[in-house]
């Protein structure tokens, strides 16, 4: 049973640039949620996705977009990247937007220089 | 904004000693879930709680989800070092706010064990 898989391990972009990261749930479910985790903190949430719509979003700017595909994978994407987005991004899969466990992949650590 | 106050941050103990941490807030909430994490790597889910009350088992680790809805605990008991990482407590609020799936998380407990 695949559990939740993300791409890239590690990322180092530049201030101002644009990235994506990739995520792709655990079999079985339907329901992307993306969060930040700065170092020392805990996970906090971005936005889920669910029926390729957004469906809730956190406090984050615009900057922070994503999206679902039919096979349920997802994207995350942040535009004008400033030095505090340099974080660790967690994806985290489940069945249904009320789906309450949510299971986690290894997370993809950008740094912005 | 909905919290939660995880406590204690930090904890350094003797191997074979039982542990105990508790996540509390001013809100309620549906579901608690407990998670550990290994240094660069993502949480891995631990226990899940959903009925106020409930109280739950896995392995040596045991949590409550408070009569509140307000709090929680988990226990470890007889430490090994392999339970070394940081544990957090997260909590998805409840229906109708709006915010169901939006997981809320504590700011960790880090354990370290003693051989």
């Known amino acids: 049973d695949a559990g939740v898989t993300q791409s890239p391990t590690h990322l180092i972009k530049t201030r101002g640039q644009q990235v994506t990261l990739r995520c792709s749930p655990k079999?079985?479910?339907?329901?992307v949620s993306w969060y930040q985790q700065a170092l020392g903190q805990g996970p906090q949430f971005i936005f889920q996705?669910?029926?390729?719509?957004?469906?809730q979003r956190g406090n984050f700017p615009d900057r922070f977009s994503g999206h679902q595909f039919p096979n349920y994978s997802s994207e995350l994407n942040v535009n004008a990247l400033l030095l505090g987005d340099s974080a660790l991004y967690l994806c985290?899969?489940?069945f249904g937007t009320g789906g309450r466990e949510q299971y986690f992949g290894p997370g993809t650590r950008l740094t912005v220089t | 904004g909905q919290q939660l106050n995880q406590s204690p941050q930090s904890m350094f103990i003797q191997e074979g000693e039982d542990v105990s941490m508790n996540c509390t807030s001013s809100?309620?909430?549906?579901?608690w879930l407990w998670y550990k994490q290994d240094p660069g790597e993502g949480p891995v889910l631990l226990i899940a709680?959903?009925?106020?009350?409930e109280l739950t088992s896995n392995g040596r680790l045991t949590a409550q989800f408070g009569i509140t809805r307000k709090d929680s605990f988990l226990n470890i008991s007889a430490s090994i070092p392999s339970d070394v990482g940081i544990y957090f407590c997260?909590?998805?609020?409840?229906?109708?706010?709006?915010?169901?799936?939006?997981?809320?998380f504590g700011q960790g407990t880090t354990l370290q064990v003693k051989p």
């Open positions: 079999s079985g479910h339907d329901t």
């Open positions: 809100s309620i909430f549906n579901t």
């Open positions: 709680l959903y009925k106020a009350g």
């Open positions: 996705y669910y029926e390729e719509e957004e469906r």
């Open positions: 997260a909590a998805l609020p409840m229906a109708g706010s709006g915010n169901t799936g939006k997981l809320i």
């Open positions: 985290a899969s489940s």
